[in-house]
Protein backbone atom coordinates (compact mmCIF):
# COMPACT_ATOMS: atom_id res chain seq x y z
CA UNK A 1 0.00 0.00 0.00
CA UNK A 2 1.16 3.99 -0.53
CA UNK A 3 2.02 5.24 2.51
CA UNK A 4 2.38 9.16 0.73
CA UNK A 5 1.53 9.90 -3.19
CA UNK A 6 1.93 12.94 -4.59
CA UNK A 7 0.77 14.49 -7.81
CA UNK A 8 2.84 16.88 -9.88
CA UNK A 9 2.92 18.75 -6.39
CA UNK A 10 3.91 22.36 -6.81
CA UNK A 11 4.37 25.13 -3.30
CA UNK A 12 5.01 28.52 -4.32
CA UNK A 13 6.15 31.13 -1.65
CA UNK A 14 5.04 34.56 -2.97
CA UNK A 15 7.29 37.41 -1.81
CA UNK A 16 5.73 40.64 -1.18
CA UNK A 17 6.52 44.22 -0.85
CA UNK A 18 5.71 46.16 1.66
CA UNK A 19 2.58 47.66 0.25
CA UNK A 20 1.64 43.78 -0.51
CA UNK A 21 2.19 43.70 -3.95
CA UNK A 22 3.60 40.40 -5.19
CA UNK A 23 7.14 41.05 -6.50
CA UNK A 24 8.33 37.45 -7.48
CA UNK A 25 6.90 33.86 -6.63
CA UNK A 26 9.71 30.79 -6.02
CA UNK A 27 8.78 27.67 -6.46
CA UNK A 28 10.14 25.61 -3.76
CA UNK A 29 8.24 22.51 -4.38
CA UNK A 30 8.27 21.99 -8.70
CA UNK A 31 6.43 18.98 -9.56
CA UNK A 32 7.09 16.21 -7.69
CA UNK A 33 5.70 13.09 -8.52
CA UNK A 34 6.33 10.43 -5.29
CA UNK A 35 4.92 7.14 -4.73
CA UNK A 36 6.13 5.95 -1.13
CA UNK A 37 5.39 2.49 0.17
CA UNK A 38 4.90 1.52 3.52
CA UNK A 39 7.03 0.36 6.00
CA UNK A 40 9.81 1.76 3.70
CA UNK A 41 12.62 3.59 4.71
CA UNK A 42 13.48 6.60 2.97
CA UNK A 43 16.09 9.14 2.63
CA UNK A 44 15.18 12.73 0.46
CA UNK A 45 18.71 14.52 -0.22
CA UNK A 46 19.16 17.98 -1.21
CA UNK A 47 21.47 21.15 -0.74
CA UNK A 48 20.20 23.83 1.19
CA UNK A 49 17.00 25.72 -0.35
CA UNK A 50 16.63 22.34 -2.41
CA UNK A 51 12.97 22.52 -1.31
CA UNK A 52 13.35 18.69 0.56
CA UNK A 53 12.08 20.70 3.98
CA UNK A 54 9.22 22.20 2.49
CA UNK A 55 8.11 18.85 0.90
CA UNK A 56 8.61 17.39 4.05
CA UNK A 57 5.97 19.92 5.54
CA UNK A 58 3.15 18.86 3.23
CA UNK A 59 3.18 15.35 4.80
CA UNK A 60 2.21 16.64 7.75
CA UNK A 61 -0.11 18.68 6.00
CA UNK A 62 1.78 21.97 7.91
CA UNK A 63 1.80 23.25 4.16
CA UNK A 64 -0.72 23.00 1.70
CA UNK A 65 0.25 22.54 -2.15
CA UNK A 66 -0.41 25.43 -4.50
CA UNK A 67 -1.29 22.71 -7.34
CA UNK A 68 -0.93 19.26 -7.40
CA UNK A 69 -1.99 16.68 -4.54
CA UNK A 70 -0.32 14.70 -1.97
CA UNK A 71 -2.22 11.75 -0.54
CA UNK A 72 -1.01 10.30 3.08
CA UNK A 73 -2.55 6.90 3.84
CA UNK A 74 -5.14 7.88 1.50
CA UNK A 75 -6.56 11.22 2.32
CA UNK A 76 -5.88 14.67 0.61
CA UNK A 77 -4.20 17.09 2.31
CA UNK A 78 -6.26 19.83 1.16
CA UNK A 79 -9.08 18.72 2.91
CA UNK A 80 -10.03 20.72 6.47
CA UNK A 81 -11.63 17.65 7.97
CA UNK A 82 -8.68 15.51 6.95
CA UNK A 83 -5.71 17.38 9.08
CA UNK A 84 -5.74 15.95 12.18
CA UNK A 85 -6.67 12.02 11.04
CA UNK A 86 -3.08 12.53 8.85
CA UNK A 87 -0.82 14.49 11.81
CA UNK A 88 -1.90 11.03 13.61
CA UNK A 89 -0.72 9.02 10.77
CA UNK A 90 2.52 10.86 9.74
CA UNK A 91 4.55 12.20 12.76
CA UNK A 92 7.27 14.86 12.07
CA UNK A 93 10.26 15.68 13.69
CA UNK A 94 11.67 19.39 13.04
CA UNK A 95 15.33 19.95 13.42
CA UNK A 96 16.27 22.19 16.55
CA UNK A 97 15.43 19.93 19.58
CA UNK A 98 15.06 22.81 21.78
CA UNK A 99 12.11 24.00 19.99
CA UNK A 100 9.96 21.02 19.82
CA UNK A 101 9.79 20.01 22.71
CA UNK A 102 6.95 21.34 24.63
CA UNK A 103 6.83 19.53 28.86
CA UNK A 104 9.16 20.54 31.19
CA UNK A 105 9.92 16.93 31.93
CA UNK A 106 10.59 14.45 29.84
CA UNK A 107 8.24 11.80 29.96
CA UNK A 108 5.64 15.12 29.86
CA UNK A 109 6.54 15.81 26.42
CA UNK A 110 6.06 12.27 25.17
CA UNK A 111 3.06 12.77 26.49
CA UNK A 112 2.02 15.92 25.00
CA UNK A 113 0.94 13.78 21.53
CA UNK A 114 -1.77 11.47 23.13
CA UNK A 115 -2.93 14.11 25.49
CA UNK A 116 -4.01 16.25 22.72
CA UNK A 117 -5.69 13.20 20.47
CA UNK A 118 -7.78 12.42 23.77
CA UNK A 119 -6.08 9.15 24.96
CA UNK A 120 -7.24 7.82 28.10
CA UNK A 121 -4.19 8.29 30.99
CA UNK A 122 -3.70 4.76 31.72
CA UNK A 123 -3.17 4.18 28.26
CA UNK A 124 -0.74 7.26 27.97
CA UNK A 125 1.27 6.25 30.50
CA UNK A 126 1.96 2.60 28.49
CA UNK A 127 2.77 4.62 25.24
CA UNK A 128 5.16 6.80 26.73
CA UNK A 129 6.72 3.88 28.62
CA UNK A 130 7.00 1.94 25.25
CA UNK A 131 7.74 4.83 22.98
CA UNK A 132 10.88 6.07 25.50
CA UNK A 133 12.04 1.91 25.80
CA UNK A 134 11.87 2.01 22.00
CA UNK A 135 14.33 4.79 21.62
CA UNK A 136 16.41 3.94 25.05
CA UNK A 137 15.56 7.38 26.84
CA UNK A 138 13.54 5.56 29.26
CA UNK A 139 16.09 5.72 32.30
CA UNK A 140 15.87 9.71 31.30
CA UNK A 141 11.60 9.75 31.77
CA UNK A 142 12.20 11.75 34.99
CA UNK A 143 14.90 14.29 33.85
CA UNK A 144 14.16 18.19 32.56
CA UNK A 145 14.84 18.08 28.63
CA UNK A 146 17.05 20.72 29.22
CA UNK A 147 19.95 18.86 30.89
CA UNK A 148 20.01 16.21 27.85
CA UNK A 149 22.47 16.45 24.97
CA UNK A 150 21.02 17.06 22.08
CA UNK A 151 20.75 13.85 20.46
CA UNK A 152 19.08 12.43 23.78
CA UNK A 153 16.42 15.46 22.82
CA UNK A 154 15.63 14.29 19.76
CA UNK A 155 15.64 10.81 20.60
CA UNK A 156 13.02 12.02 23.42
CA UNK A 157 11.23 14.23 19.59
CA UNK A 158 11.09 11.05 17.84
CA UNK A 159 9.27 8.73 20.97
CA UNK A 160 7.43 11.85 21.54
CA UNK A 161 5.69 10.93 17.76
CA UNK A 162 5.96 7.84 18.21
CA UNK A 163 3.48 8.11 20.79
CA UNK A 164 1.00 9.06 18.69
CA UNK A 165 1.10 5.17 17.02
CA UNK A 166 1.95 7.33 13.55
CA UNK A 167 2.61 5.01 10.39
CA UNK A 168 4.74 7.32 9.23
CA UNK A 169 7.84 9.65 10.85
CA UNK A 170 8.93 12.07 8.74
CA UNK A 171 12.51 13.44 10.47
CA UNK A 172 13.59 16.88 8.56
CA UNK A 173 16.73 17.08 9.24
CA UNK A 174 16.61 15.63 12.66
CA UNK A 175 20.67 15.66 12.59
CA UNK A 176 21.48 19.19 11.44
CA UNK A 177 22.27 20.73 14.60
CA UNK A 178 24.09 17.14 16.52
CA UNK A 179 27.07 16.38 16.88
CA UNK A 180 28.50 12.85 15.55
CA UNK A 181 27.84 11.48 18.34
CA UNK A 182 23.95 12.28 18.36
CA UNK A 183 23.51 12.14 14.86
CA UNK A 184 25.00 8.60 15.13
CA UNK A 185 22.23 8.40 17.49
CA UNK A 186 19.66 9.44 16.46
CA UNK A 187 20.17 7.32 13.03
CA UNK A 188 20.14 4.05 15.26
CA UNK A 189 16.77 5.06 16.62
CA UNK A 190 14.88 5.62 13.32
CA UNK A 191 16.56 2.65 11.69
CA UNK A 192 15.17 0.42 14.58
CA UNK A 193 11.99 2.03 14.33
CA UNK A 194 11.93 1.20 10.60
CA UNK A 195 13.30 -2.07 11.07
CA UNK A 196 11.58 -3.70 14.50
CA UNK A 197 7.95 -1.82 14.32
CA UNK A 198 7.72 -1.22 10.85
CA UNK A 199 7.02 2.36 10.51
CA UNK A 200 7.68 4.08 7.55
CA UNK A 201 10.69 6.29 7.84
CA UNK A 202 11.17 9.25 5.44
CA UNK A 203 14.80 10.78 6.31
CA UNK A 204 15.36 14.56 5.05
CA UNK A 205 18.99 15.25 5.72
CA UNK A 206 22.14 16.22 3.63
CA UNK A 207 24.50 14.00 5.33
CA UNK A 208 25.18 11.11 3.02
CA UNK A 209 26.26 9.14 5.55
CA UNK A 210 22.80 8.83 6.65
CA UNK A 211 21.30 7.47 3.80
CA UNK A 212 23.52 4.76 2.91
CA UNK A 213 20.80 2.27 4.97
CA UNK A 214 17.53 3.67 3.32
CA UNK A 215 15.71 1.63 1.24
CA UNK A 216 15.40 4.45 -1.69
CA UNK A 217 16.93 7.80 -2.07
CA UNK A 218 15.27 10.53 -3.86
CA UNK A 219 18.10 13.70 -4.29
CA UNK A 220 16.20 16.97 -4.72
CA UNK A 221 17.66 20.37 -6.48
CA UNK A 222 15.56 23.78 -7.50
CA UNK A 223 12.05 22.31 -6.72
CA UNK A 224 12.53 18.97 -8.38
CA UNK A 225 13.15 15.43 -7.74
CA UNK A 226 16.69 15.16 -10.31
CA UNK A 227 17.76 11.62 -9.12
CA UNK A 228 15.62 8.33 -7.43
CA UNK A 229 17.22 4.86 -6.78
CA UNK A 230 18.50 2.77 -4.34
CA UNK A 231 21.91 4.04 -2.40
CA UNK A 232 24.30 2.18 -4.68
CA UNK A 233 22.75 3.66 -7.45
CA UNK A 234 22.59 7.05 -6.69
CA UNK A 235 26.04 7.31 -5.05
CA UNK A 236 27.77 5.26 -7.94
CA UNK A 237 26.83 8.53 -9.95
CA UNK A 238 29.20 10.85 -8.07
CA UNK A 239 29.63 13.17 -10.80
CA UNK A 240 26.52 13.91 -11.31
CA UNK A 241 25.64 13.99 -7.00
CA UNK A 242 28.50 16.59 -7.17
CA UNK A 243 26.82 18.77 -9.90
CA UNK A 244 24.32 18.99 -7.75
CA UNK A 245 26.24 20.27 -4.53
CA UNK A 246 26.18 16.74 -3.01
CA UNK A 247 29.12 14.89 -1.55
CA UNK A 248 29.55 11.31 -1.54
CA UNK A 249 30.60 9.64 1.77
CA UNK A 250 34.64 9.41 1.73
CA UNK A 251 35.01 5.95 0.83
CA UNK A 252 32.56 5.70 -2.38
CA UNK A 253 35.18 8.89 -3.50
CA UNK A 254 38.11 6.94 -2.72
CA UNK A 255 36.56 3.72 -4.40
CA UNK A 256 35.67 5.80 -7.50
CA UNK A 257 38.63 7.82 -7.63
CA UNK A 258 40.45 4.28 -7.40
CA UNK A 259 38.54 3.05 -10.26
CA UNK A 260 39.20 5.81 -12.76
CA UNK A 261 43.20 5.03 -11.84
CA UNK A 262 42.51 2.00 -13.42
CA UNK A 263 41.47 -0.02 -10.48
CA UNK A 264 38.66 -2.71 -10.93
CA UNK A 265 36.32 -1.10 -7.98
CA UNK A 266 32.71 -1.79 -9.01
CA UNK A 267 30.81 1.29 -8.72
CA UNK A 268 28.70 2.66 -5.74
CA UNK A 269 30.56 1.11 -2.56
CA UNK A 270 28.89 2.52 0.42
CA UNK A 271 30.98 1.50 3.28
CA UNK A 272 34.30 0.70 4.77
CA UNK A 273 33.32 -2.85 4.92
CA UNK A 274 32.63 -2.91 1.13
CA UNK A 275 35.50 -1.22 0.54
CA UNK A 276 37.86 -3.97 2.35
CA UNK A 277 36.30 -6.80 0.80
CA UNK A 278 36.64 -5.69 -2.76
CA UNK A 279 40.36 -4.32 -2.10
CA UNK A 280 41.00 -7.92 -0.34
CA UNK A 281 39.97 -8.94 -3.87
CA UNK A 282 42.32 -7.66 -5.05
CA UNK A 283 44.99 -8.02 -3.55
CA UNK A 284 44.79 -11.65 -3.48
CA UNK B 1 25.88 29.81 35.76
CA UNK B 2 22.72 31.61 34.27
CA UNK B 3 21.52 28.13 33.26
CA UNK B 4 20.82 26.99 36.55
CA UNK B 5 18.46 29.63 38.20
CA UNK B 6 15.12 28.12 38.35
CA UNK B 7 11.97 30.05 38.58
CA UNK B 8 9.66 29.15 41.64
CA UNK B 9 13.00 27.77 43.38
CA UNK B 10 11.59 24.71 44.24
CA UNK B 11 12.91 22.94 47.12
CA UNK B 12 13.00 19.33 47.05
CA UNK B 13 11.91 17.60 50.01
CA UNK B 14 10.12 14.31 50.96
CA UNK B 15 7.02 15.64 53.09
CA UNK B 16 3.27 15.75 53.45
CA UNK B 17 3.23 19.12 52.17
CA UNK B 18 5.14 18.42 49.10
CA UNK B 19 2.42 15.20 48.63
CA UNK B 20 -0.47 17.54 48.78
CA UNK B 21 -2.69 18.43 46.09
CA UNK B 22 -1.40 21.88 44.44
CA UNK B 23 -5.51 22.67 44.30
CA UNK B 24 -4.91 22.39 48.04
CA UNK B 25 -2.23 24.43 48.70
CA UNK B 26 -3.39 27.67 46.51
CA UNK B 27 -6.60 27.58 48.58
CA UNK B 28 -4.84 27.38 51.22
CA UNK B 29 -2.35 29.88 51.02
CA UNK B 30 -5.41 32.32 49.36
CA UNK B 31 -7.39 31.38 52.89
CA UNK B 32 -4.35 32.00 54.84
CA UNK B 33 -3.77 35.51 53.26
CA UNK B 34 -7.36 36.35 53.69
CA UNK B 35 -7.11 35.67 57.75
CA UNK B 36 -3.77 38.19 57.51
CA UNK B 37 -6.42 41.04 56.47
CA UNK B 38 -9.22 40.19 58.42
CA UNK B 39 -8.39 42.15 61.76
CA UNK B 40 -5.86 44.23 62.83
CA UNK B 41 -5.25 42.34 66.66
CA UNK B 42 -2.19 40.48 67.60
CA UNK B 43 -4.66 37.14 68.39
CA UNK B 44 -5.06 36.60 64.73
CA UNK B 45 -1.31 36.78 64.24
CA UNK B 46 -0.34 34.79 66.36
CA UNK B 47 -2.85 32.13 65.22
CA UNK B 48 -1.18 32.89 61.56
CA UNK B 49 2.17 32.52 63.23
CA UNK B 50 1.81 29.10 64.85
CA UNK B 51 -0.37 28.01 61.62
CA UNK B 52 2.98 29.08 59.61
CA UNK B 53 4.78 27.34 62.20
CA UNK B 54 3.19 24.20 62.03
CA UNK B 55 2.92 23.91 58.22
CA UNK B 56 6.79 25.00 57.85
CA UNK B 57 7.69 21.67 60.00
CA UNK B 58 5.63 19.50 58.15
CA UNK B 59 7.44 20.51 54.99
CA UNK B 60 11.05 19.82 56.07
CA UNK B 61 12.01 23.50 54.02
CA UNK B 62 14.52 24.52 56.38
CA UNK B 63 13.81 27.98 58.14
CA UNK B 64 16.69 29.72 56.55
CA UNK B 65 15.62 28.76 52.88
CA UNK B 66 12.64 30.74 53.87
CA UNK B 67 13.99 33.89 55.54
CA UNK B 68 16.02 33.75 52.34
CA UNK B 69 12.96 35.06 50.05
CA UNK B 70 12.57 37.74 52.43
CA UNK B 71 15.99 39.51 51.51
CA UNK B 72 14.26 40.85 48.22
CA UNK B 73 11.53 43.08 49.90
CA UNK B 74 13.43 44.35 52.91
CA UNK B 75 13.79 47.62 50.81
CA UNK B 76 10.55 47.87 49.90
CA UNK B 77 9.70 46.71 53.80
CA UNK B 78 11.40 49.38 54.87
CA UNK B 79 10.24 51.81 53.01
CA UNK B 80 6.77 51.54 52.99
CA UNK B 81 7.47 51.25 57.27
CA UNK B 82 8.97 54.81 56.91
CA UNK B 83 6.47 56.17 54.71
CA UNK B 84 4.02 54.84 57.25
CA UNK B 85 5.80 55.70 60.50
CA UNK B 86 6.13 59.71 58.90
CA UNK B 87 3.78 60.34 57.19
CA UNK B 88 0.66 58.90 58.67
CA UNK B 89 -1.50 61.92 60.50
CA UNK B 90 -2.50 61.62 64.13
CA UNK B 91 -1.13 62.17 67.89
CA UNK B 92 2.58 63.39 67.38
CA UNK B 93 5.06 62.21 70.02
CA UNK B 94 8.12 62.94 68.50
CA UNK B 95 8.22 65.83 65.58
CA UNK B 96 10.99 67.27 63.72
CA UNK B 97 10.75 69.69 60.58
CA UNK B 98 7.53 68.36 58.82
CA UNK B 99 7.91 65.10 59.80
CA UNK B 100 6.43 64.02 62.54
CA UNK B 101 6.49 60.56 64.38
CA UNK B 102 2.77 59.67 65.28
CA UNK B 103 1.35 56.39 67.97
CA UNK B 104 -1.50 55.92 64.49
CA UNK B 105 2.16 55.77 62.54
CA UNK B 106 3.82 53.47 64.55
CA UNK B 107 0.65 51.33 64.51
CA UNK B 108 0.32 51.11 61.06
CA UNK B 109 4.04 50.31 60.29
CA UNK B 110 4.12 47.90 62.97
CA UNK B 111 0.50 45.91 61.30
CA UNK B 112 1.79 46.65 58.16
CA UNK B 113 5.15 45.18 58.23
CA UNK B 114 4.23 41.76 60.36
CA UNK B 115 1.37 41.55 57.40
CA UNK B 116 3.80 41.98 54.36
CA UNK B 117 6.56 39.47 56.40
CA UNK B 118 3.93 36.99 56.76
CA UNK B 119 2.23 36.96 53.40
CA UNK B 120 6.15 36.24 51.71
CA UNK B 121 6.92 33.36 54.05
CA UNK B 122 3.74 32.05 53.65
CA UNK B 123 3.59 32.12 49.81
CA UNK B 124 7.07 31.07 49.84
CA UNK B 125 6.06 28.30 51.16
CA UNK B 126 3.62 27.11 48.54
CA UNK B 127 6.42 27.88 45.79
CA UNK B 128 8.89 26.35 47.72
CA UNK B 129 7.19 22.59 47.99
CA UNK B 130 4.95 23.05 44.43
CA UNK B 131 6.93 22.32 41.40
CA UNK B 132 5.64 25.52 38.75
CA UNK B 133 4.44 22.60 36.97
CA UNK B 134 1.87 21.51 39.46
CA UNK B 135 1.65 24.61 40.29
CA UNK B 136 0.13 25.51 36.76
CA UNK B 137 -1.76 22.27 36.77
CA UNK B 138 -3.75 23.32 40.18
CA UNK B 139 -4.44 27.27 38.83
CA UNK B 140 -5.74 25.21 35.80
CA UNK B 141 -8.21 23.26 37.48
CA UNK B 142 -9.12 25.54 40.03
CA UNK B 143 -9.86 28.32 37.69
CA UNK B 144 -11.87 25.94 35.12
CA UNK B 145 -15.18 27.59 35.97
CA UNK B 146 -13.81 30.88 34.72
CA UNK B 147 -14.39 29.12 31.06
CA UNK B 148 -18.35 29.58 31.27
CA UNK B 149 -17.72 33.22 31.30
CA UNK B 150 -15.48 33.19 28.19
CA UNK B 151 -11.40 33.42 30.02
CA UNK B 152 -9.19 31.10 28.01
CA UNK B 153 -8.07 29.30 31.08
CA UNK B 154 -6.50 26.43 29.61
CA UNK B 155 -4.67 28.79 27.20
CA UNK B 156 -3.25 30.63 29.79
CA UNK B 157 -2.08 27.92 31.84
CA UNK B 158 -0.40 26.25 28.28
CA UNK B 159 1.17 29.57 27.84
CA UNK B 160 2.63 29.61 31.11
CA UNK B 161 4.00 25.80 31.49
CA UNK B 162 5.68 27.19 27.81
CA UNK B 163 6.93 30.29 29.34
CA UNK B 164 8.65 28.62 32.23
CA UNK B 165 9.72 25.77 30.04
CA UNK B 166 11.51 28.33 27.65
CA UNK B 167 13.15 30.29 30.67
CA UNK B 168 16.35 28.32 30.96
CA UNK B 169 16.09 28.15 26.75
CA UNK B 170 16.58 31.98 26.83
CA UNK B 171 18.79 32.31 29.39
CA UNK B 172 21.28 30.08 27.74
CA UNK B 173 20.85 32.14 24.94
CA UNK B 174 21.39 35.64 26.36
CA UNK B 175 24.17 34.50 27.51
CA UNK B 176 25.65 33.19 24.33
CA UNK B 177 24.45 36.61 22.76
CA UNK B 178 26.29 38.41 25.41
CA UNK B 179 29.43 36.07 25.17
CA UNK B 180 29.39 37.15 20.96
CA UNK B 181 28.58 40.94 21.67
CA UNK B 182 31.59 41.48 24.11
CA UNK B 183 33.78 39.31 21.92
CA UNK B 184 32.81 42.35 19.54
CA UNK B 185 33.67 44.67 22.12
CA UNK B 186 30.20 45.53 23.63
CA UNK B 187 30.44 46.75 27.05
CA UNK B 188 27.87 45.99 29.48
CA UNK B 189 29.41 46.70 33.08
CA UNK B 190 30.76 50.41 32.62
CA UNK B 191 29.52 53.63 32.54
CA UNK B 192 25.98 55.21 34.18
CA UNK B 193 22.75 53.43 34.24
CA UNK B 194 21.93 55.30 31.06
CA UNK B 195 25.06 53.85 29.48
CA UNK B 196 24.27 50.53 30.77
CA UNK B 197 20.45 50.46 29.43
CA UNK B 198 22.11 51.49 25.58
CA UNK B 199 24.37 48.85 26.10
CA UNK B 200 21.31 46.43 26.56
CA UNK B 201 19.93 47.23 23.22
CA UNK B 202 21.94 44.87 21.18
CA UNK B 203 21.36 42.51 23.64
CA UNK B 204 17.40 42.43 23.28
CA UNK B 205 17.46 42.83 19.67
CA UNK B 206 18.64 39.69 18.77
CA UNK B 207 16.94 37.90 21.88
CA UNK B 208 13.55 39.21 20.81
CA UNK B 209 14.34 38.22 17.24
CA UNK B 210 15.15 34.60 18.02
CA UNK B 211 12.48 34.24 20.56
CA UNK B 212 9.65 34.82 17.71
CA UNK B 213 11.70 32.17 15.72
CA UNK B 214 11.58 29.63 18.20
CA UNK B 215 7.60 30.52 19.42
CA UNK B 216 6.95 29.95 15.05
CA UNK B 217 8.75 26.11 15.38
CA UNK B 218 7.21 25.91 19.00
CA UNK B 219 3.91 26.53 16.98
CA UNK B 220 4.42 24.33 14.77
CA UNK B 221 5.84 21.40 16.64
CA UNK B 222 2.64 21.49 18.55
CA UNK B 223 0.45 21.71 15.94
CA UNK B 224 2.20 18.68 13.88
CA UNK B 225 1.45 16.66 16.99
CA UNK B 226 -2.49 17.39 17.01
CA UNK B 227 -2.59 20.29 19.11
CA UNK B 228 -6.12 22.04 19.02
CA UNK B 229 -6.54 23.71 22.31
CA UNK B 230 -8.09 22.48 25.65
CA UNK B 231 -10.99 21.01 24.16
CA UNK B 232 -11.15 16.87 23.77
CA UNK B 233 -8.05 16.58 25.42
CA UNK B 234 -7.00 14.18 27.95
CA UNK B 235 -4.48 14.81 31.10
CA UNK B 236 -1.54 12.64 31.55
CA UNK B 237 -0.89 13.15 35.30
CA UNK B 238 -4.51 14.47 36.28
CA UNK B 239 -5.08 15.75 39.72
CA UNK B 240 -6.75 13.60 42.11
CA UNK B 241 -7.63 14.44 46.19
CA UNK B 242 -6.31 11.75 48.40
CA UNK B 243 -7.50 11.27 51.85
CA UNK B 244 -3.97 13.54 53.16
CA UNK B 245 -5.71 16.43 50.78
CA UNK B 246 -9.07 16.34 52.45
CA UNK B 247 -7.62 16.33 55.98
CA UNK B 248 -5.46 18.89 54.88
CA UNK B 249 -8.96 20.61 53.47
CA UNK B 250 -10.48 19.78 57.38
CA UNK B 251 -7.28 21.70 58.41
CA UNK B 252 -7.74 24.79 56.86
CA UNK B 253 -11.52 24.71 57.95
CA UNK B 254 -10.88 24.39 61.48
CA UNK B 255 -7.51 26.98 61.16
CA UNK B 256 -10.27 29.59 59.24
CA UNK B 257 -13.01 29.10 61.74
CA UNK B 258 -10.42 29.04 64.47
CA UNK B 259 -8.66 32.74 63.22
CA UNK B 260 -12.24 34.06 62.59
CA UNK B 261 -13.72 33.64 66.21
CA UNK B 262 -10.05 34.10 68.29
CA UNK B 263 -9.73 36.99 66.30
CA UNK B 264 -13.43 38.74 66.24
CA UNK B 265 -14.17 37.86 70.25
CA UNK B 266 -10.80 37.54 71.77
CA UNK B 267 -8.65 40.36 70.54
CA UNK B 268 -5.32 41.08 72.15
CA UNK B 269 -4.40 44.32 71.66
CA UNK B 270 -1.43 46.50 71.54
CA UNK B 271 -0.82 49.76 69.71
CA UNK B 272 -4.85 49.63 69.32
CA UNK B 273 -6.17 52.91 67.07
Known amino acids: MSMIKTKKLTFEYIHRDEEGNVEGITKAVDGVDLDIKEGDFIAILGHNGSGKSTLAKHMNAILSPSEGTIYVAGMDTREEKNIWDI ?13 QIIGQVVEE ?22 SLKAVGMYAYRKHSPNKLSGGQKQRVSIAGVLAMHPKCIVLDEPTAMLDPQG ?9 ALNEVENITAILITHYMEEVVYADKVFVMDKGQIRMEGTPKEIFSQVDELQKLRLTVPQVTLLAEACRKAGMPFSKGILTTKEFMEELQCLLS | MLKDITLGQYYQADSVVHKLDPRVKLVGTIAYIVTLFMFRNLTIYLIALSFLIFTIRLSKVPFSFIVRGLKAIVILLIITALFNLFLTPGEPIVSFW ?17 RLIFLIIGSSLMTLTTTPNQLTDGLESLMKPLNKIKVPVHEISMMMSIALRFIPILMEETDKIMKAQMARCADFESGNIIKKVKALIPLLVPLFVSSFRRA ?13 GGEGRTKMKPLKYQKTDYLAYLFLL ?11 FFPLHILQV
Do not use: H
Not at chain 1, 183 to 191: F, L, Q, T, Y
Open chain 1, 87 to 99: RKNAGMVFQNPDN
Open chain 1, 109 to 130: DVGFGPENMGVPTKEIWQRVEE
Open chain 1, 183 to 191: RKEVIRAVR
Open chain 2, 98 to 114: RFSLTYEGIAAAFYLAI
Open chain 2, 216 to 228: NDLAMAMEARCYQ
Open chain 2, 254 to 264: VYLIVAIVLGK
